[in-house]
């Protein structure tokens, strides 16, 4: 995600608290005690769910035509139980369930805090296969004030679920750390056009409505899902290698949009210099007539708003820049996703490090100065945030908080240090292994300072201690002369 700052009032994604909506229950009878329980984040502890390790969904939307009506949905989840259950919980908290079946038997169910909590008829031994199948709606309209994981656009929806509001659209172990594969099935009326992550593999067209079925080929964190529905256009072109690349924008403003897709192709072929072969499947370019104060790069199919292609005070070189943000974050982010969302840092820094090494190389904005620009206010950050790898949580009905410029320039100015402590070759090295050893994986800061070690042939762990857990901001190594600036007492 990169929070763009505009010539208007940034508007903050403010995530709902379980106070102003909740998960309404048709049918209930699950028997106390039934609780939220989470994975242990740090920032969201209740994220997440023990037991299991989900292997894929299969997501089923039917949209009605308007914006402002729930969506009928069935979301199937399978997964494999890692410890003997009574009750299963999943991330939910915005909808109405209809019904649960596990593993084909219905189930009871009720709510606790954002938590749906199945208790199916026989406790599940661990290690077996689990099948839930939840039939619900999935609602696009929120509380005044309070944003969830769909975004209304002007001509129909998309989605903007991180870092905690996939549950807000459909039930789901809601935490980067159990990444599974996506099958993502949309019904539109005549008229609309429906996209999803991943490649489609089918299309039916009936009389009045049409579905069209997307389908993953790599594990994608919850976070990271889109669907996109509206009257849109699919523009179809070639990566590098031949990869597929697909756009979707609105279809009025194709003739003006189409010279800032065509800038794609290159894009991807700078990164796959920098990191190494693109790791999916596909890419492309989701515009969406919205403000929100935001990009996102849902996988495969990066989240921009009208406004940034079509506002004339733009320079090229930032919009360019901004586009490979959410490129860079295909590798930073999605093929590794963080392992507790303390390690933002991971995706956010070094989303951030080829924004600025991009412009540098393309239109002549120096890296160093915007370094030097950052150590200057990193005490600051620090002061305001939390050092990189530990920032500090989200205020009540703040939770995209922790995306604050410590994760940002705070955090790729560690990655300038490290490449001053390294030397260039050797941190080239590190950052091309990274994306490889982990890919499809989970990784956090700690795996990081392991990897960064054995490139660099010697011990890290200070080095990393002071500059992503400490107070103050250590000496930048090479540029004595760089100084912080005071902080505020």
């Excluded at 031994?125 to 039939?135: A, D, H, K, M, Q």
């Excluded at 996109?228 to 979707?248: A, F, K, M, W, Y």
């Excluded at 515009?287 to 292609?309: H, N, P």
């Amino acid at each position: 995600m990169l929070l763009t700052a505009r010539p208007r009032a940034r508007r903050a994604k403010a995530a709902l608290l379980t106070s102003a909506v909740s998960v309404c229950l048709i049918a209930a009878g699950v028997p106390s005690p039934a609780v939220p329980l989470g994975v242990g984040d740090r920032l969201f502890p209740y994220l997440g769910n023990p037991g299991y390790d989900v292997r894929s969904y299969d997501l089923d939307f039917t949209y009605s035509g308007t914006n402002r009506e729930p969506l009928s949905a069935v979301t199937t989840i399978d997964a494999r139980t890692t410890a003997p259950l009574k009750h299963v919980n999943l991330d939910f908290a915005h909808g109405t369930v209809r019904s649960v079946e596990v593993n084909g038997v219905p189930a009871a169910f009720t709510s606790a805090g954002e938590d749906l909590v199945l208790t199916p008829r026989a406790p599940l031994p661990g290690g077996s296969p689990l099948r839930i199948t939840v039939r619900h709606t999935s609602d696009p309209v929120y509380p005044e004030g309070k944003d969830g994981g769909w975004v209304r656009t002007a001509d129909g929806l998309a989605m903007a679920n991180q870092a905690d509001a996939a549950h807000l659209v459909f039930p789901c172990n809601d935490h980067p750390s159990d990444k599974a594969l996506f099958t993502i099935r949309v019904t539109a009326p005549r008229g609309h056009t429906a996209v999803a992550n991943g490649l489609p593999v089918g299309v039916y067209r009936g009389p009045k409505a049409t579905t069209w079925t997307y389908r993953t080929q790599h594990p994608m964190a919850t976070e990271l899902a889109q669907v996109s529905i509206g009257r849109s256009t699919v523009l179809r072109r070639t990566g590098p290698h031949g990869l597929p690349l697909r756009d979707v924008i609105p279809t009025k403003d194709r003739t003006r949009l189409e010279p800032w897709l065509g800038k794609t192709p290159a894009q991807i072929a700078w990164m796959e210099r920098k990191a190494g072969v693109y790791p999916f499947e596909t890419y492309g370019v989701l515009i969406a007539d919205v403000r929100t104060g935001y990009e996102l790069e849902t996988q495969t199919l990066s989240l921009f708003e009208k406004e940034l292609f079509t506002r004339s005070e733009y320079p090229q070189w930032y919009v360019e820049s901004i586009m490979v943000h959410e490129l860079a974050h295909q590798w930073f982010g999605n093929s590794v996703s963080p392992r507790t969302w303390s390690d933002l840092w991971l995706n956010e820094g070094h989303a951030t490090w080829y924004e600025a090494l991009y412009t540098q190389e393309k239109a002549g904005k120096s890296l160093a100065a915007r370094m030097k620009a950052a150590y200057a206010a990193s005490d600051r950050w620090r002061t305001d945030g939390g050092p990189p790898a530990l920032p500090r949580a989200p205020g009540p009905g703040q939770k995209i908080g922790i995306f604050r410029p410590i994760v940002y320039d705070g955090a790729a100015l560690f990655l300038y240090a490290l490449r001053q402590e390294i030397g260039r070759s050797a941190f080239d090295n590190l950052e091309r292994s990274w994306v490889r050893v982990h890919r499809d994986g989970v990784a956090g800061t700690r795996d990081f300072q392991e990897l960064a070690s054995r490139v660099a042939g010697r011990d890290l762990s200070g080095f990393f201690r002071a500059w992503l857990y400490g107070k103050k901001t250590p000496p930048m190594p090479g540029h004595p002369d760089w100084k912080p600036e005071p902080t505020r007492k």
